[in-house]
């Protein structure tokens, strides 16, 4: 492995030679970047889909009351101090994702509610592309997409592929958006290639000309090839056109004339050091403006990691088919308490971080969820959901909401996604919308 | 045939009784028992199987699966392709009927499946169907192949592209190989930074590029790829971006003032392309003494030697070591305090990491291997030659590139490319503009099996010589046809048989064909999986941490079915040669104590357990959990990668085995199985894969024999069954029992490799083409040569279909056998 980065910034010493590959990109940051004011009559919030995976030990995941007046869970215990940001929503049902090949499609259907089959217009579209469309207008990026694991995909067992088992991010019903776990990559994605403004400048330059002639190329290509390739050669040229757009935007955005920290330098050794990354990169992707949508998957879809650092060295996945032991179980809690505090660490930072006349937090909508219930039953009933975020004050927060039994997990999105102004009538199985939150 | 239809027919009419039934199987079986007669025996088995076996559950009033025989007939195969390959498949596999429900024998079995293939390749034959790919892009490991061929620089694909979504296993597959944007965007990227690193640049800003030691190795060794009288260290080849002074830091050695691992001398050395230029020594008598009296001041003047190392290097790709001398045994301590697996304190020191930054005060870029490889059809002397010559590089690049003939159309836009580069700064920045557009143009990217005029859905069409010529290129190499290839294509003499022949040979012949063992068998093998099972350390000291042993497992591997193949070995070899691949950390986990150093070298195996692929320590774990042996995982590698009859995925909502319980008595993974296999709902399927892994127990989750179950403290039991019922006692049986009837275990490799070869699944209508390969390749007993020449020469490679849109079966089968 090698790793290669110029030293020609200024703030040339972020991190000692030999030192872990830990970010504190937010904090060289967030003196430097001026928040983006959002002072349009209706203000867009950043939206989060943050998934993990084999689902809840729902007993540990479900507060005992329900109103405002709860007392926090164990496995959500870390998002205590932000209680007054945070809906915790009980009782939903997702049947887009039961099928007798639960890991293939679980992380594919989380945010469509739609099955792998039968797909067509959008029914199979997921919630963050739906916002993309509307919020990527203006920004660089129409989406984030990240992973915390990367390595081998999971795949479907039943012909679904492995797109339904490796990303939560569907553009279209057939177009899974595989998610990044290099944080690096991701840097240069936002940012642009290059290590200072005037590298970066011209490498877009050139990357401009590049995308004119490969659209120029493609379109010649298009001429030449049958029908059946012309509608693989669409996403292509579409692609051409979303990196045009990009590559526009970019040249004419802040970022361009900031300050930037140092690319990060590869993947980290460290699971909570690349989770962490990765969540610092959300939040300065939302923090600069460079895009308001974001997925990721803390882990994938049967995990073999281990947790060393809790003393757990059974893998997650095997662990996860826990059989009602008690001290699986409890090891259980004790990843899942884990995993929300690195997300919590996530809010702690937009909770700080300057936007507007508020903060990060009070103007984002962030769900934290799972499309497993029982880990032991692969069963999507009922799903653990928390809902991070004001939403400028569309989200009313601080509460305990528990549905009755078969409300669908999609009534949850199609209201967030309301709430967030991205009108939508419908999405996968639907039924409505949430008045209480 | 019409014969055989009528009397098909009248059986399936008359033959209602089950008494009746009955008789006429006996009578089908007594029959036959010379294999000659199998043809006749299986007509006279033929559809009435169905009746017998399978309408039970499979009928118009209970769907079993989506599918329903009683309402279909003889006549209707040919239009249910997908359902009748499934029917043979679920019986090879011995998956239909499930247990409990009345079987039959299995000659009986063998007759039908030879019967049902019978009508499948008539079938075939008469609506041959090669298929179609389809536009298709390269993924991330040919891209890099690619570029080594084209540019002469070897890249880390992961460090520059999005991860490749495999399909059925292998990440080649032109359905699952999309176009996003975020794609598009990493990929216009690599294109400037591949260019870039190939062409050097003399205006390079210094960098700095860090390299640390992820081989897990304590470093007490020899390593392989170091020079000789060495130990530990790490070997990299650095790409030097113009020539020019470099600074080397290496990471710090003395960590503390706690004298560890500095009682002893640790004299280093650092190698540019084998010559030494600096050498220090770190520990000692005079460095103990130095931090007990001075400590930080000392540490710090210690470290100091590791420091600003300053040399000079020309451009290109230089091999670069940082590694220690190592001394005889006489004059060494290092092995006083005894090796500890896992662990331990050993008394050396360890380079962890160091980097390499510039270049500072460049003076130019000089030749490089890169460079000549790029400029091999010239380079301007002067003025006047500079745009000639700039036409012959790149066009001469593209060619390769898009392998095809170079248009006008192509030089025109590349050209342009050249000028602008060339207006701002020369002939070099020029070409490497235009050299960039190359690889960012979508005729690189992307390769086409579509005919070169549009012709009617449903027309079947050879392929054209260029289209071949990649098809074979990157079938047997991973990367872009070469210039032989494409002269042949060109001549139009490439889909000759003779032609084609003499070129497989070649490129088999090629060091590049490795790609089908590291890239094709990695994949079929599941060795892509080692990366996540990561071994438990606290239960496999020895195969963990610094004992890790996973890159060498995937190295013997590969180097096994390397050698098979280069010298023309039976496909047959992979599962049952005497023969490996070992270097000494294999070789102990494996019990051979004659064998010392960390490079590979090829052996015996004495130990007939360790024959062939399922006694190699990659597939044994490849096929476990982290923690312990899977004997389902197993069971389920050897039906689904071996025989190519996978197990249905299991239903939904099943309990787990419930592992070893602190306090309580521990039990076998085997008795727990047991347990699990008396739920009924269980049984039908672990019946079948269960037993197949139990013949494997004595290795455990690493590979590594074991004779006793280290928590119930019995002895393994490594008795199993095969799903025909065969017993195997052990590894040698259950590899005798599998070679026994070839036939399974080669169609599955033939599948896979046609799978890999054209990019898409295998579905049902290949299935005629598979079997005639097979057939074709039983004769000199299933050499590689000759399986790979007889894919390459067969229709479904060389031919294509222009795809028409999805007809209706003629009898509505749901088709959703599982």
Sequence with gaps: ?437 | MPGVFLVNDFRINAVLGAGLLAAGFCQAVAAADAPATTAARGNAVGWSMFSAYCTECHNTDDWAGGVAFDAMSERDIPDNLDVMEKVVRKLRGQQMPPGGHKMPDKATRAAFISWMEGRLDQAGAQHEDPGNVGLRRLNRKEYANAVRDLLGIDIDPAALLPRDEPRDGLDNIAAALQVTPSFLDQYIAAARTVVVAAMGNKDALPASTTYRATKPSTQLFHEDGLPFGTRGGIAVDHNFPADGEYVLNIANMAQALWVYNMEFENPLVVTLDGKPIYETSIGGEEDMKAIDQKQDVAVEAINKRLKDIRFHATAGVHHFVVAFRHRSFAESEDRLQMYAPGGGQDRVLRVTSFDIKGPFNATGVSQTAARRRIFAACYPKAAAEETPCANKVIAGIARRAFGRPVTDADMHGLMHFYATGYQQAGFDEGIRRALTAVLANPNFLFRTDAPARPLPPGTIYPIDDFTLASRLSFFLWSSLPDDELLRLAEAGRLHEPAELKRQVARLLADPRSISLSNNFGAQWLNLTRLPEINPDATIFPYASGSADLRDDFVQEVTLFMDDIIRHNGSVLDLLSSPYTFVNERIALHYDINSVRGDQFRKIRLEDSKRWGLLGKGGVLMASSYPNRTSPVLRGAYVLERILGTPPPTPPPAVPALTENQPGKKATTVRERLEEHRKKPQCFSCHSAIDPIGFTLEGFDATGKERSIDRYARTAIDSLGKLPDGTIVKNPDELRAALLADPVPFVQNLTERLIAYSLGRVVAAQDMPFVRAIVRASAADGYRFDTLLTNIVLSDDFLKAKVPEPPKDPAIKTAAVLN
């Design chain 1, 1 to 437: 492995m090698y790793i290669s980065k110029k030293f020609i910034s200024r703030r040339t010493v972020l991190r000692g030679a030999g030192a872990a590959i830990a970010l504190p990109l937010l904090d060289a940051m967030i003196p430097a970047a001026t928040a983006l004011a959002d002072t349009a009559a209706a203000p867009m919030p950043r939206m989060g889909f943050i998934y993990f995976p084999h689902g809840a030990v729902m007993k540990s995941w479900v507060p005992e009351q329900t109103g405002t007046g709860y007392t926090m869970s164990p496995i959500l215990k870390p998002l205590e101090p932000y209680r007054s940001k945070l809906t915790i929503v009980s009782g939903l049902r997702n049947k887009g994702g039961e099928s007798s090949d639960p890991h293939g499609i679980m992380a594919g259907t989380w945010l469509s509610c739609y099955g792998i089959k039968d797909r067509k217009d959008d029914l199979g579209t997921t919630a963050d592309q739906l916002a993309a469309r509307k919020f990527g207008a203006g920004t660089p990026l129409p989406s984030l997409e990240l992973t915390g694991e990367g390595g081998a995909a999971t795949c479907s067992q039943s012909g679904g592929g492995c797109g339904y088992g490796s990303t939560t991010a569907f553009r279209t019903p057939f177009q899974p958006l595989p998610m990044e776990d290099n944080p690096r990559k991701v840097f240069f994605t936002l940012f642009g290639q290059g290590d200072d403004t005037k590298e970066r400048k011209q490498i877009l330059g050139e990357t401009g000309s590049l995308l004119d002639y490969a659209m120029e190329q493609g379109k010649d290509l298009d001429t030449r090839i049958g029908a059946a390739d012309r509608a693989r050669l669409s996403d292509y040229l579409d692609s051409v056109r979303e990196v045009e757009q990009r590559v526009q935007r970019l040249a004419t955005s802040k970022s361009m004339t900031m300050d930037l920290p140092n690319a990060p330098e590869g993947i980290p050794d460290q699971f909570a050091d690349e989770v962490g990354a990765l969540f610092d990169l959300i939040a300065l992707a939302w923090q600069t403006g460079q895009t308001r949508v974001a997925s990721m998957m803390i882990a994938k879809e049967i995990s073999m990691r281990t947790y060393p650092n809790l003393q757990i060295t059974e893998a997650f996945h095997p662990l996860s088919h826990h059989g009602n032991d008690p001290d699986k179980l409890a090891k259980l809690v004790q990843i899942q308490n884990y995993h929300t505090q690195l997300f919590a660490k996530f809010i702690d930072k937009l909770a700080k971080m300057p936007d507007g006349d508020g903060t990060m937090l009070d103007h984002a909508i962030i769900l934290y969820g799972s499309n497993m219930s029982n880990s032991d039953l692969h069963n999507n009933d009922p799903l653990p959901n928390a809902v991070l975020g004001g939403g400028y004050g569309r989200i009313t927060g601080g509460q305990h909401l528990h549905y009755p039994q078969d409300t669908p997990h999609a009534n949850l999105l199609l209201t967030l996604l309301n709430r967030a102004g991205v009108e939508t009538p419908s999405l996968g199985n639907s039924t409505g919308q949430f008045a209480e939150l």
